[in-house]
């Protein structure tokens, strides 16, 4: 058993860190979010150069056949230096794609994404956060060979700067039935197609979407009623991962400012580190930091194996939202009225945790379903 | 033990819903709505302060002579129901709940008969400039000094987190006026005719909800009248320690809670549960909405305890341990209210949440308040003490010396 990362992964770990500590910091990245919803083309165009777009698709499809463990080793960093550029909501429409049966404009949206044209956009939230992809309710309906999308998806990051989306959507079944659910990809300029967008309270930019009578060409197809739901798992998994590698590098990066501030800042003509209310505080935050991190290497490992059940990414989807809340909000109150501005990195950081907890299924829904069946 | 109840209040019940059925308008009802922070957006607040002083019910708890409405407790209570039903926004507590109080108490009869009634009326907004950059926690280390200038003073320095100083015209500070002895002599209190006077900047500060809601004031040798001072040069710790008790105190927090927990409620029987029902039936979510409602209701009778003249009256942990119940049960409350609204909390609608805004929420009106209300809310336990402070005062009572 080994749980360290390789030579390989330390040292993209290494430059990717090197790159954004000398190109995007805290001001910077600032700016980047004010000007453009958090996406910058050099900066897009530099992560690509850098591989990391191909790193996430198979060899096969022009990728660099990265693993999970990949994944997970560079989404850390990103976390850590509160990356707001979409490569994380960039991955699972791009695994779905990867994955997929992609026609001729699947492989070359896929295709330009690895060479650091536009993310691909993944539709399908649809309210309150979908822990379950079989609880797909969007319809689709059959005609001629065609696939014709109506209804909403929400909550889509990205969709503005995309060319493509890859829409999930059912053609039968009720929600919460595996079988009857296609994945597609859909021009984001198609007719039918109308966004909503917003900034996001974690400096990116969201998208409602409302699909009208969206005809889909059969190539476009990427799973039909049998396989919609495994393509999704298969997008969805090694997302997951990686959205929880970000959330505990955000943490990581809490814990270490937090204990800098509390060693810096004096009351009462001690360091406030001295305080044993805050001393204890940031101890809970470390030890949270490392249950998480914890949870998320053997995870992942587990992943990179083949045995990492549904349940298990559950188990640490919940885990790391919990522990992500409770760091960023320790955080904000070791730092008193400072924390609660939008000054410092540190807001930033706690409402990235807060976006990651409520996405692909709320702490709530999944920690229920551990529960409730062993 | 004895509860008013009964004709006479249901009769004064009436009495209120008359005035609010005349007086309560559709922008004030928004404002109310939109509230995602212990301080209700400034225009409509003072404008709902205006309407009440008319009717000479903007400061119910003041001495009549002043202006106060000489309720019983019930009947402040039904008054504060009656508001919440409808939605109201909060009243905001610098002029009423500080400043006021405090002049009354130790004003001078000039600065009350000068200032009281606009602080009544709400034609002034005073600020409260006593925090500094290297000042919270350890407040009595304050720095900005106040230099004497024959009948005035000049004051430079800087003070922070000073909230709605972007609103205010009238500002309450506390200033250095001696740097011997022990930190707490040499504070002076002093009274701010005007936010624009010469030397005087105020700077906005954004907070993690995306609003403005505190400020830097920067003084660069801005003059004050000495008859603007309240209490004894370097005796201003005193004043302040006297004013805490008014801080502190405070109202109930429990209609304003019942109102947002019932907001909660409501919410999460509408809320997808991504399970193929809503959350509302969960059973694990009603085990802790249970919890929470006990802990609203808790705290709110710990305040009428105190009220009524129970034993917390007496106790001098009493407003501490108010204070940190009560702000932590609002943040367990604003944690629900995130997680109910799930991914639909984070939009940031920033332009929707503005009074009076063309553009309507994303989905629903909860969803849109409920993680502004979340973040703001951290800072319940930092302002007026933070709860690490408010905890050691309580030990220090509790644990024999
Ligand atoms: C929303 C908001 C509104 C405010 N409005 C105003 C206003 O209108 N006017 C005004 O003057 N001020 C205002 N304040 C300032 C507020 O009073 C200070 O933030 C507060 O006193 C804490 O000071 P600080 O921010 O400097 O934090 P610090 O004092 O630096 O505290 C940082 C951390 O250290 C902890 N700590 C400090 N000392 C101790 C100790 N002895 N033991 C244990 N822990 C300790 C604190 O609890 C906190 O967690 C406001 C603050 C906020 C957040």
Redesign the pocket.
Known sequence: MDLTFTDEQVMLRDSLGKYLERNYDFETRRAVVAASGGHDPKIWADLAEMGLMALTLPEDRGGLGGSVVDLVAVAEVMGAKLLAEPWLPALPGALALAHGGAGEGGAAALAAFAEGGAPIAFAHEEGRALAEPARVAMTATRKGGELILSGAKRYVVAAEIATHLVVSARVSGAPGARAGIVVALVARDAPGVTLDAYDTVDGRRGANIRFEAVRVPAADVLADEDAGCDLLNAALAPTVLALCADAVGAMGALVKITARYAAD?K??GVP?GS?Q??RHRIADMAMAHQKARSTLIVTTAMAEAGACAPRDLRLLKAQVGRMGREVGESAV??????G?TDELSVGHYFKRLLAMDAIYGAGRLHFRAIGAAA | MNLEMGEALEAFRAEVIAFLDANVTPDLVEAGAKTTSVFAPFEQAMRWQGILAARGWAAPNWPVEHGGAGWSAEQADVFAQECERRGLPPLLPHNLKMIGPLLIDLGTPEQKAKYLPGILSGEDFW?????EPNS????ASLRCMAVSDGDDYLITGQ?I???YAHHANRMFLLVRTSTEGKKQQGITFLLLDSMDLPGLTVKKTIGLDGFP??CEVFFDAVRVPKANRVGAENDGWSVAKHLLKYERGGGSPGPALRRRLAALREAAARADDGMGGVIADDPAFQERLGMLEADVISVDYHFRHARGGGEPAHDPAYPSMMKTLSSETSQALSAMMIEVAGLEGLPRQLDALAVGANSGPLSDGFDMVAMPYYLNTR?AS?????N??QR?LIARIVIPA
């Open positions: 800042r009351q009462f406030i305080f209310a805050l109150q070791v730092h008193g009225g400072v609660m | 600020c409260q400039g006593y925090s919270g926690s350890d407040l003070k987190w000073t909230t809601e505190q800072a930092i302002y007026a003490g933070s690490e402070i050691d």
